[in-house]
């Protein structure tokens, strides 16, 4: 498995398991080898440099460029020389450019990354997070003209008693926020910025007709720098990401979309748009491999909330305040069945829940949901978390000639904490690296 850190923070994973890093407050997201796409988060903790001004991401440039700059001018100082010395009229050349108006107006066309970023830019907020704990910095996608904008969970989990929430809008407006409502198992949250009026809003797409090779945009704030764009392609569907929590006794799961479209802290909640600049997904995590412990490096493994599941949770939070999940009301761990055979098997089973009404029991392994196959626990519920309260699902337990498929009715739950499972026995051989955000756990 694979874990990744949050884009500010998250959790989720498919096939290969790719483990987020998340951040949050007690409790919050943390992960194995993903990192949360990306909500940076700064804690007190003794000097502090100015915020919004990351040292190591600023200054190289700025330095390489000047010296860039002072070897050019050099050649540039020798060769005028040249030419003057030479030149019998005394006349120096006179340096213009001539606009490329073809290649811009083609360059702005839908279908461009150059348009798919002016159009997401429009529709992505800054937003950062002060409070007791610290304070985290992440993005969030407008969803009206007044002020409603969609992010993660892990960006604003520690707003609460004496934290602040500040949304800076494409136009530069700094506004305060509130926040409608979160959905802790899906890792996303809705804020309302206040007195807000006028905003862009974002042009939602279709998450179920992205196929691997697509080209796709993200928007945000990595390490702070406003109005960044990257590009790249989605990789993967149907990631099960997977993410610990702060003791390393349980791993949070859902289920994502892979890009090797770079995400850094920050970008968390951020908008992952096509070529169309219609959202597609919310970036929420990144693998980073095994560097947390000192080993190599991954780069590439970036992870987002499919733009469909977000739909019906963001929809909800802004009716209700709150989300629902469907539950099969079955528990294990990430304790593989056994060394020749995937599945997640069954521990206990919820007397009177759906998976007990359908015929499951305790001590059966669940091979697929639907059409999709179950690796392991982490899927399992990734997989469950891919449906909605009540819709009716195929559930194959077993494998070969003994499989058996049942239809299991999912039932519902208000999703107010993260859906988690034990890695083994309840217990956790090793800690998970977190997402990175609250509690200094940045990646």
Known sequence: MTTPFAAHQSPYASGQHHQPWVHGPAGG??????????????????????????????????????????????????????????????????????????????????????????????????????????????????????????????????????????????DGKTYGAEVTGTSPSYDLAVIKLDGASGLTPAALGDSDG???????????????????????????????????????????????????????????????????????????????????SGGVQAYGLGFAIPVNTAKRIGNELLQDGQATKPVLGVSGSLAATNDSEDGAQISAVQSGGAADQAGISEGDVITKIGDTPISNYADLMAQVLTHTPGETVPVTVGSGSDARTVQVTLDSAVDKQQTTIAESDGQSNQPRSPFGGFGGLVP
Do not use: F
Not at 87 to 111: E, K
Not at 249 to 273: H, K, R
């Open 29 to 170: 997201y943390a992960t194995t080898s993903h990192t949360a796409a990306h909500a940076t988060a700064h804690h007190p903790a003794g000097p502090q440099s100015a915020p919004g001004r990351p040292r190591g991401g600023v200054t190289k440039p700025i330095i390489a460029t000047a010296l860039l700059a002072g070897l050019l001018g050099g050649a540039v100082g020798v060769g005028g020389s040249a030419l003057l010395n030479n030149d019998s009229s005394g006349s120096v050349p006179v340096l213009s450019s001539q606009p490329d108006t073809a290649n811009n107006a083609a360059d702005v066309a839908p279908g461009s990354v150059t348009y798919a970023a002016q159009v997401a830019s429009k529709s992505t907020a800054d937003i950062k997070v002060a409070g007791a704990q610290g304070s985290a910095v992440g993005s969030g996608i407008v969803l009206s003209p007044d002020g409603y904008v969609l992010t993660n969970n892990h960006v604003v989990a520690m707003a609460g008693s004496g934290s602040t929430i500040q949304a800076t809008t494409s």
């Open 210 to 292: 992205l196929q691997v090779g697509d080209q796709v945009v993200a928007v945000g704030s990595p390490e702070n720098l406003s109005n960044t764009v990257t590009s790249g392609i989605v990789s993967a569907l149907s990631r099960t990401v997977t993410a610990a929590d702060e003791s390393g006794s349980g791993v949070t799961v859902y289920n994502g979309l892979q890009t090797d479209t770079p995400i850094n802290p920050g970008n968390s909640g951020g908008p992952l748009v096509n070529l169309k600049g219609q959202v597609v997904g919310v970036n929420s995590a990144v693998d980073t491999g095994q560097a947390a």
